[in-house]
């Protein structure tokens, strides 16, 4: 039994749940639709490898100040169903199911907020996620985040964290992810995997011997 370890967003998601977060809260009246440029310019950042964090999840979690965990769980649910079920890559599922069918133990690790990260990982039937975690006073949401971001080297800390506390290894690991933002993390695990990897990430994986992989929601005939 081995690890398989997925990033989330445009690996196991086509697109950013944040991203979608944002947009479905705004078009409920529970964001202000003055959020959404600046919430691009920093998803850029992002993808680019050159966001601060930090301010992208103070700046992202503006909606979420003062909320009980419980309303944003209720907002979470019909989220998960109507905007992320329909962009899980078919080849995403696939790939969870050939590691459940080699019994390895599955793990879905993202540098997006663990409110996020733990509905979709379970929704998708992973019990172990990581996401950024969210500081929270009595059950209400503070607005800021605490711990080591699992983002860029962070995610590599996070894992190795867990890992001692599940009495796990990278034994055999399994690495899936699309971003140049993961290349420590692929680095860490024995099998690598670049999802519709960019042109940097892609240079990269080719130059080490990363397998590429091309998911997609219509899958073309042969």
């Known amino acids: 039994?081995?690890?398989?370890?997925?990033?989330?967003?445009?690996?196991?998601?086509?697109?950013?749940?944040?991203?979608?977060?944002?947009?479905?809260?705004?078009?409920?009246?529970?964001?202000?639709?003055?959020?959404?440029?600046?919430?691009?310019?920093?998803?850029?950042?992002?993808?680019?490898?050159?966001?601060?964090?930090?301010?992208?999840?103070?700046?992202?979690?503006?909606?979420?100040?003062?909320?009980?965990?419980?309303?944003?769980?209720?907002?979470?649910?019909?989220?998960?169903?109507?905007?992320?079920?329909?962009?899980?890559?078919?080849?995403?599922?696939?790939?969870?199911?050939?590691?459940?069918?080699?019994?390895?133990?599955?793990?879905?690790?993202?540098?997006?907020?663990?409110?996020?990260?733990?509905?979709i990982a379970r929704r998708l039937g992973v019990a172990d996620s990581?996401?950024?975690?969210?500081?929270?006073h009595d059950n209400c949401y503070s607005g800021d985040t605490h711990g080591v971001l699992s983002y860029r080297e962070g995610k590599v800390t996070r894992l190795h964290d867990w890992l001692k506390n599940e009495n796990e290894s990278l034994h055999g690991s399994y690495g899936y992810s699309d971003s140049l933002n993961d290349v420590p993390l692929l680095e860490a695990v024995e099998h690598r995997h670049a999802i519709n990897p960019d042109a940097t990430l892609r240079r990269i994986a080719q130059e080490r011997g990363w397998q590429v992989l091309s998911w997609q929601h219509t899958v073309q005939q042969a």
Do not use: C, K
């Open 130 to 136: 990581i996401g950024i975690m969210l500081e929270t």
């Open 1 to 119: 039994m081995a690890l398989g370890i997925f990033d989330m967003d445009d690996t196991l998601v086509d697109g950013d749940s944040a991203n979608l977060w944002l947009h479905y809260l705004v078009e409920r009246g529970l964001a202000p639709a003055e959020m959404l440029p600046r919430e691009a310019e920093l998803l850029q950042a992002y993808r680019d490898g050159r966001v601060d964090m930090h301010e992208y999840m103070r700046f992202a979690l503006i909606p979420l100040r003062g909320l009980r965990q419980e309303t944003v769980q209720n907002w979470l649910a019909p989220f998960v169903e109507e905007i992320i079920l329909p962009r899980i890559f078919p080849q995403a599922l696939r790939q969870l199911e050939w590691h459940r069918a080699r019994q390895d133990r599955l793990l879905v690790i993202s540098a997006t907020g663990e409110h996020l990260v733990s509905a």
